[in-house]
C-alpha cells in the first residue's frame, strides 16, 4: 500500500495507524497519545543546554525511551515523518473517530514526546480539533513564539498549555492556557505522583478552565 497517495482508502485503524506511525499508549493517562523525538524539539534541543531548565532533565530523553531505544526511538521518527503526508490529517481524525480509548475518554493528549514542528504542523492539529469536536485535544509546548504568531482561530477544544521553561519558574505570561514544574510536592497541582503516576479521575490538563497545572519535578 502507498501511504503517500492521496487515493487510499482509510476505512480501518490499521490503515490510519500505518499512516501516521501509530501511536503511544501510556500507563498513566485515561486515553493515547501521539508523539515525535524529543531531540528534535526546536526550542527544547536549545533548553536542553542550559542548567535548571525543564528540558535540562527532560523525562523523554530518559527510562524507557533510552532504555528501548532501538524499537521506540524508530517509532518517534517515523512519526515525524508522518506529518508531511498528505492523509496524515485524515488519518489521525480516523483515528480520533474509531479508536476505542478516544471515544470512551472523549480526550487526546498530543506530544507525550516531542513538540511542534512549525505553523503547518500547529495547523494541521488545530484541523483535526475541528473535526473532532468530541474530542478534547490538550497539547503541551514550548513553543511560545510559533503559538502567539498563529493568526488562525484556536478550535475550542484544543487546549494549548504553554511551558514553563525553568524549573520552579513563574508559568509564561500568555493568552492560553499554561504548566510549570515545581520541585516541592506541597506546590504540585498535579497528584499523579500520589497514584502511581496515573490521573485517575483527574482531567485539569484537558479543562480549559484551569489556568495553570503545576507538576511535580520527576
Not at 498530543?110 to 495547523?123: F, K, Y
Not at 478550535?155 to 504553554?162: C, E, M, T, W
Request: hydrophobic residues 35%; glycine residues 6%; positive net charge.
Amino acid at each position: 500500500m502507498d501511504i503517500q497517495n492521496n487515493l487510499v482508502e482509510i476505512n480501518t485503524l490499521k490503515v490510519a495507524k500505518e499512516i501516521v506511525g501509530g501511536w503511544s499508549v501510556t500507563s498513566k493517562m485515561p486515553t493515547i497519545s501521539w508523539s515525535t523525538p524529543a531531540q528534535e524539539c526546536n526550542t527544547g534541543s536549545k533548553l536542553r543546554k542550559i542548567k535548571g531548565t525543564v528540558c535540562s532533565d527532560c523525562y523523554a530523553m530518559k527510562g524507557n525511551y533510552v532504555r528501548y531505544k532501538k524499537n521506540i526511538l524508530p517509532a518517534l521518527y517515523k512519526r515525524l515523518e508522518s506529518i508531511t503526508n498528505p492523509l496524515w490529517v485524515k488519518a489521525m481524525v480516523f483515528i480520533m473517530k474509531n479508536q476505542k480509548t478516544v471515544k470512551d475518554s472523549g480526550l487526546f493528549r498530543w506530544h507525550d514526546s516531542g513538540d511542534i514542528q512549525g505553523v503547518e504542523h500547529l495547523d494541521k492539529i488545530c484541523q483535526i480539533a475541528y473535526e473532532t469536536p468530541e474530542i478534547t485535544h490538550w497539547l503541551p509546548t514550548k513553543e511560545s513564539n510559533l503559538v502567539m504568531n498563529y493568526t488562525k482561530p484556536i478550535p475550542k477544544n484544543l487546549v494549548i498549555r504553554l511551558s514553563g521553561s525553568f524549573v520552579d519558574g513563574k508559568p509564561p505570561i500568555f493568552r492560553c492556557n499554561t504548566s510549570t514544574v515545581v520541585s516541592d510536592k506541597d506546590n504540585a497541582t498535579c497528584r499523579a505522583f500520589e497514584n502511581e503516576g496515573k490521573c485517575g479521575d483527574c482531567r485539569q490538563c484537558w479543562d480549559s478552565g484551569v489556568k495553570n497545572v503545576s507538576y511535580f519535578k520527576h
